[in-house]
């Protein structure tokens, strides 16, 4: 955990600061076996920035399939197919392929009825760490690029009002420290960056959960710069399970 207090303290003054407004639409299918088949819908915007800075639109949709291979571990494939519109001149698309693993502190346990594998303790602590293969495709003559980058995010989660947070009802707080590190520097502005994400999450029922999450994003170009770009995000997200 010293990462969030090391990214809490190390500022640039000299930092550029732009606001986005982020979205999560949801749709998961739970099987008998454990296993978790979702597709999101995630749309960004970016609602004001320096002048000097283009403004962009991005979505993003993201298949996804998530087994649980014990009580502490899950194994996680994801494949995200997005368009971004850079400027009225250039359109990105990116394909990107995700592997990772996910690991649990505490054990958890399954709930038969709901074919769902939940905690047995009101804290959560986990630790999802993934790599991913990033393609770049351009609007126009410039060469596709692709890059690896490794990513790592630290999670903690503890129901206000309930005994756990599988239990409907239940508001959680949440909150996350994520590192993105490309294995090179790629051409691709700010892919080295660091995330802080915290907020409320709600399970109204099995079927329907909300959350409202703030994230605050520091950037950089390569490995080698200090990091010259922060981003305030909202992000709302809205997920349907069956």
């Given at each position: 955990m010293v990462g969030f207090g090391t990214l809490l303290t190390a500022t640039n003054g000299s930092a550029q600061t732009n606001g986005q407004v982020w979205a999560n639409i949801t749709f998961d299918w739970v099987k008998r076996s454990g296993v978790t088949y979702e597709v999101d819908f995630e749309p960004k915007a970016l609602v004001f920035a320096p002048p000097e800075e283009p403004g962009w639109s991005n979505l993003d949709i993201t298949p996804s399939i998530e087994y649980p291979v014990s009580t502490t571990i899950d194994l996680i494939g994801e494949v995200t197919l997005g368009r971004t519109?850079?400027?009225?001149?250039?359109?990105?698309?990116?394909l990107t392929v995700r592997g990772g693993v996910r690991f649990h502190l505490f054990t958890r346990q399954r709930h038969l009825l709901l074919n769902e594998t939940l905690p047995k303790r009101r804290l959560v602590i986990r630790d999802l760490v993934?790599?991913?293969?990033?393609?770049?495709?351009?609007?126009?003559?410039?060469?596709?690029?692709?890059?690896?980058?490794?990513?790592?995010?630290?999670?903690?989660?503890?129901?206000?009002?309930?005994?756990?947070?599988?239990?409907?009802?239940?508001?959680?707080?949440?909150t996350d420290w994520e590192w993105f590190i490309p294995i090179s520097d790629p051409t691709e502005r700010f892919a080295n960056r660091q995330r802080i994400r915290a907020g409320l999450t709600y399970r109204h029922s099995f079927n329907w959960r909300f959350a409202a999450l703030y994230i605050w994003n520091r950037s950089r170009d390569t490995t080698t710069?200090?990091?010259?770009?922060?981003?305030?995000?909202?992000?709302?997200?809205?997920?349907?399970?069956?």
């Open positions: 519109k850079q400027t009225d001149d250039l359109d990105t698309t990116e993934r790599v991913e293969s990033r393609n770049f495709f351009y609007s126009n003559d410039d060469p596709s690029e692709s890059t690896i980058r490794f990513r790592n995010r630290v999670e903690l989660l503890w129901p206000l009002n309930r005994p756990n947070l599988g239990d409907d009802g239940a508001v959680v707080a949440l710069e200090p990091f010259t770009t922060a981003e305030h995000i909202v992000d709302v997200q809205v997920k349907r399970v069956w």
